[in-house]
């Protein structure tokens, strides 16, 4: 599948990343945005969705721009009952600024064309506490787990069409129970310009474990998973693909959290499922689970007795098949989903939601060490060169001279291979519940 008051600066940024990269394109359309680098003036869109107004978990965008001249923004915000608005922001140079919530309907999703790049955009909901980024390409095929229609739980799927023709999808799901083709899911229609919310209690009830599949049969369309659990609100951005490696850098194992992985199977074979769990100074055993064809499944993290309440864990799925994967985090409150981090070679971080950071991670998934340069966005851009060894996560924190406190912070990370992930934690009690996706250009 935004953040908040930001005055950041980017005038070394190209500089910094030299050795990185020269121009940046989203590898993975569903977690990446915009370009990070500051080319030649050219057109960039962003698509935001997930976003509720009235009636719905309400939410907004956040635009920031990296660039180091000021950028025009053309804003279009569509909603559910077919209200449309345009309107243009002028974003000076590392700056950032909101898009406005509209007045009418209950969803609604947010398309902005940038004249020249180095604009990136996040979504948030109301408080800051869930947020994910906004993406610059919809999607064919779109994969999510771990989705909960139980009492006490709400999943949204919100198909947006940012384009000009009308969209066709399929959706299909599955749970413990087995797979299931809802009708009205069938031949779903979304007009050019519009919103689309389906309440999946209405036709997956009472699961707590809901795996989805978004196939567009016509046009394209950008797709967020809207899951409210008790207290908590948090957007599932989901994945263009299924895998058979998914990497989860920042799992929590603090006393009085929950942690656990949803893993969705939607093929015609058993997957067989290892949870390898890093958490030095102790050797964890795997978690190993069998997922039936056409069904889902879960490990649990925390609370285990096999794995010991110390901090943050780093974990790493592997499957005898392609499948999809989520972790839910939260307490006897609720749970917030995060997606599998996707490695890469470049990174922005910025405290959208004006919260802080409680952690930021830096994981190396090659077989080698790997040099990752951090800079700290500011009037003056500092620069440190951390080195990680091969399937370690290092705490960025007031390492190497860098900044302890992450509050109103913004990092530029890159490593000259795309063995890099970056994870962040917003800050709560118990530690490490609400899980970030940094942008990532790769």
């Known amino acids: 599948m935004s953040r908040r008051p930001l005055v950041l600066a980017l005038a070394v940024v190209i500089a910094a990343t030299a050795a990185a990269t020269s121009s ?20 960039t869109a962003l698509y935001c969705a997930g976003l509720g107004a009235s009636g719905s978990p309400a939410g907004h965008v956040v635009v920031l721009n990296t660039a180091d001249h000021a950028r025009d923004v053309a804003v279009e915000v569509d ?6 608005s345009m309107s243009h922001l002028r974003i000076a140079a590392h700056a950032s600024a909101s898009v406005a919530t509209p007045a009418a309907g209950h969803w609604f999703g947010v398309s902005l064309v940038v004249n020249g790049r180095g604009v ?7 408080a800051g506490t869930a947020q994910t980024p906004c993406l610059d390409a919809g999607t064919t095929n779109w994969f999510a787990s771990g989705l909960d229609t139980k009492v006490g739980s709400k999943a949204y799927l919100v198909l947006y069409n940012p384009s ?7 959706v299909t799901v599955e749970t413990a129970a087995g797979f299931s083709a809802p009708a009205p899911y069938q031949g779903v229609a979304i007009a050019a310009h519009r919103v689309v919310a389906l ?50 850098p920042r799992v929590t194992t603090v006393s009085g959290s929950f942690a656990q992985l949803y893993l969705t199977n939607p093929s015609d074979a058993s997957a067989s499922v290892t949870a390898t769990i890093g958490l030095a100074p102790f050797t964890v055993a795997p978690q190993q689970v069998t997922v039936a064809p056409f069904s889902t499944g879960s490990i649990l993290i925390t609370p285990n007795s ?9 974990v790493r799925l592997r499957s005898s098949v392609p499948i999809a994967a989520s972790l839910a985090t939260g307490t006897l409150s609720g749970v917030s989903l995060s997606v599998p981090a996707t490695p890469s070679n470049l990174y922005l971080v910025s405290d959208f939601s004006g919260h802080g950071f409680d952690a ?21 851009a500092t620069s440190r060169v951390v080195t990680v060894a091969p399937g370690a996560t ?10 302890t406190t992450l509050r109103g912070r913004s990092f530029l990370i890159a490593a000259d291979r795309p063995d890099l992930i970056v994870a962040t934690t917003l800050p709560t009690t118990p530690a490490g519940i609400v899980v970030v996706s940094a942008l990532h250009g790769g």
């Open 24 to 43: 940046l394109h989203a590898s993975n359309p569903t977690e990446s945005a915009a370009s990070l680098s500051t080319g030649p003036v050219e057109s």
């Open 79 to 84: 909603t559910d009952t077919g209200a449309r």
């Open 120 to 126: 990136v955009a996040d979504e948030l909901n109301a």
């Open 164 to 170: 000009s023709t009308a969209a066709v999808v399929n």
């Open 199 to 248: 309440d999946l209690g209405v036709r997956v009830v009472d699961q707590a474990n809901v795996g989805v599949h978004v196939r567009v049969i016509r046009g394209g369309v950008v797709t967020t998973a809207v899951q409210q659990s008790g207290t908590f609100t948090s957007f599932n951005a989901g994945s263009a693909s299924l895998g058979r490696t998914w990497w989860f």
């Open 306 to 314: 096999a794995v010991p309440a110390h901090g943050y864990a780093t």
């Open 360 to 380: 930021l991670s830096a994981t190396n998934v090659g077989s080698r060490p790997l040099a990752v340069t951090v800079t700290v966005l500011g009037t003056i």
């Open 394 to 403: 290092v705490d960025l924190r007031g390492r190497d001279g860098l900044p």
